[in-house]
């Protein structure tokens, strides 16, 4: 293979970047993996949804200790691995390295910032440059970006994607005919899905106010489920200051998994665990320990909750990260 990817695992976790070459090669290896995936990705549970993460590495270093490391724990990402926390070049390679290591445990799903427009404004671009000199890193993360599937399904009954859903979307079938071997369009079924957002709208589509993707409402999500034979949709994009939202009579759930987000929200984080055989259950994560459980139809789902570490807080000279991030908007 040319690449040890237990030593870059390492030195991830010492706080270093992996070397050009080495992440070149990650690049490389896991778009061949996910270029024989599905648009759809069928997953089985346990398994655990992960949403947005946005750079802040040392937080995803304690999400896999608060969720568990692979191949003890499996995991869907949502998207948005990278742009405006400090760290997205590390960020991105752990999810590689895991995925490289571990691939039927490990499922990658494109959001809106795995792109090569939104990079270039938001962070990803410049650390690039920063770490490396050179935008060669650039150019490879963004091609093995294009490879990123749009969605999980797990048991059948539970769909994965980053943003939403989309009018020109009516069926799975139609998710998996996409062509998603590209840049993220400015309109269309492949740019919904990683824009959109659930909205209380009266109607059943809106424009979004971000300016792509659209504003859906119960209506639309419930057709959808009853189409696709689907219990629940769980989503990202949205931060989330409790970590996890329910909407539409709990048949979709956004879930936002980077604690006090560019280290200033001050927000919870959370991760989704669907299926398994925890048997605690509460109701509220602040009180009565980290997770809260329970029934929707025949599905189990454990929420997970973390705050963010002190690694994350302060940077190496003990400035508070907070004061560095100029990508918050």
């Excluded at 650390?127 to 935008?135: F, P, T």
């Excluded at 994009?237 to 409790?242: A, D, F, N, T």
Aim: charged fraction near 20%; aromatic fraction near 10%.
């Amino acid at each position: 293979m040319g690449l040890n990817v237990d030593e870059c695992i390492e030195t991830l976790k010492s706080g270093e970047c992996v070397s050009e070459s080495s992440l070149r090669l990650l690049c490389q290896y896991v778009s061949e993996l996910l270029m024989e995936e599905s648009n759809v990705q069928p997953v089985l549970s346990p398994v655990t949804i992960v949403g947005d993460l946005h750079g802040q590495f040392f937080d995803l270093l304690n999400l896999l200790r608060v969720g568990g490391w692979p191949p003890d724990t499996s995991y869907i990402f949502l998207g948005d691995f990278v742009d405006r926390g400090h760290n997205s070049v590390e960020t991105l390679s752990l999810l590689l390295c895991l995925k490289l290591k571990y691939p039927g445990h490990v499922t990658l799903l494109r959001g809106n910032h795995e792109s090569r427009q939104i990079t270039q404004v938001y962070g990803f671009y410049d650390e690039c440059l920063r770490k490396y000199g050179n935008a060669s890193v650039w150019r490879h993360c963004v091609q093995c970006f294009d490879t990123f599937g749009l969605a999980a399904l797990i048991d059948e009954q539970v769909l994965c994607v980053h943003g939403g859903l989309s009018p020109d979307v009516r069926t799975l079938d139609q998710v998996r005919a996409i062509d998603r071997n590209q840049e993220i369009p400015h309109e269309g079924a492949f740019c919904d899905l990683v824009w959109s957002d659930p909205d209380d709208i009266s109607g059943a589509w809106q424009l979004s106010p971000r300016g792509a993707g659209y504003l859906f409402g119960q209506r639309v999500t419930d057709e959808f489920h009853h189409v696709n034979n689907l219990q629940l949709m769980a989503r990202a994009h949205q931060l989330v200051l409790e970590g996890r939202k329910y909407h539409f009579d709990k048949r979709l759930v956004t879930v936002w998994s980077a604690p006090n987000y560019c280290y200033r929200c001050g927000n919870v984080a959370a991760i989704l665990e669907i299926g398994g055989d925890n048997a605690h259950t509460t109701n509220n994560p602040e009180e009565d320990g980290p997770g809260s459980e329970g029934f929707e139809g025949s599905i189990r789902q454990r929420f997970k909750f973390f705050r963010d570490t002190e690694q994350s807080v302060y940077g190496p000279k003990g400035e508070t990260r907070a004061q560095l991030v100029p990508y918050f908007l």
